[in-house]
C-alpha cells in the first residue's frame, strides 16, 4: 500500500515540445552535403582509366579499400 502511494507522487520530468526546423535552413547544408557525396563516389568509383582526373595511381591507392567495401570492380 505504501508503494502505491508513493509510486503515484511520483511523475515523469515533462519534456519540452519538439520545435521546426525550417527548410531553409537545412536545404544549403543538405545540397553540401550531397556534393561531398557525390565527389566521394567520383572518387571511389570512377577515378581510374579514361574519366581520370589525376595522372599516375596515387588516387586509386588511396581509395582502393574502399572500392572493394562497395563493391566496385578495380582489378
Do not use: I, K, N
Not at 21 to 33: E, I, N, T
Not at 49 to 66: L, P
Amino acid at each position: 500500500m505504501a508503494e502505491a502511494t508513493v509510486s503515484a507522487a511520483v511523475s515523469a520530468p515533462s519534456l519540452p515540445a519538439p520545435q521546426a526546423l525550417p527548410v531553409r535552413a537545412v536545404l544549403p547544408w543538405a545540397v553540401f552535403v550531397g556534393l561531398l557525396m557525390l565527389v566521394a563516389l567520383y572518387f571511389v568509383g570512377a577515378e581510374q582509366g579514361a574519366t581520370s582526373v589525376f595522372s599516375g595511381a596515387g588516387v586509386h591507392e588511396w581509395v582502393h579499400d574502399g572500392r572493394h567495401l562497395l563493391g566496385f570492380p578495380c582489378h
